[in-house]
């Protein structure tokens, strides 16, 4: 199983970027999905969340500014990020809680991160 993020770039402050992340391989299903980040000298932090049933839970510092979605018959989750900011610089990765078979439990994988620079 793999998880491939897109989307990362430099944008000035104000602006949009779409992240994407697709899954792939061998899945029976996907449970929730999510995005999280890494700024430099920080620990990695929630960005959004989504459940199988489209629940999303934000950080408070995106709230209102970032949207989390997902295509399930795809596999793949989105970020659409608005009126980004200069602290919104970091590596975004992300997470989906897949089972590979029936029998198996779910387990979480990650995306290799995908680096997002927002200039003043």
């Known amino acids: 199983v793999q998880l491939q993020a897109s989307g990362g770039g430099l944008v000035q402050a104000g602006g949009s970027l779409r992240l994407s992340c697709a899954a792939s391989g061998s899945i029976y299903s996907i449970n929730d999905m999510g995005w999280y980040r890494r700024a430099p000298g920080k620990q990695r932090e929630l960005v959004a969340r989504i459940t199988t049933y489209s629940s999303t839970n934000y950080a408070d510092s995106v709230k209102g500014r970032f949207t989390i979605s997902r295509d399930s018959a795809k596999d793949t989750v989105y970020l659409q990020m608005n009126s980004l900011k200069p602290e919104d610089t970091a590596v975004y990765y992300c997470?989906?809680?897949?089972?590979?078979?029936?029998?198996?439990?779910?387990?979480?994988?990650w995306g290799q991160g995908t680096l997002v620079t927002v200039s003043s």
């Open positions: 997470n989906a809680d897949i089972q590979i078979t029936y029998y198996s439990r779910r387990v979480p994988y």
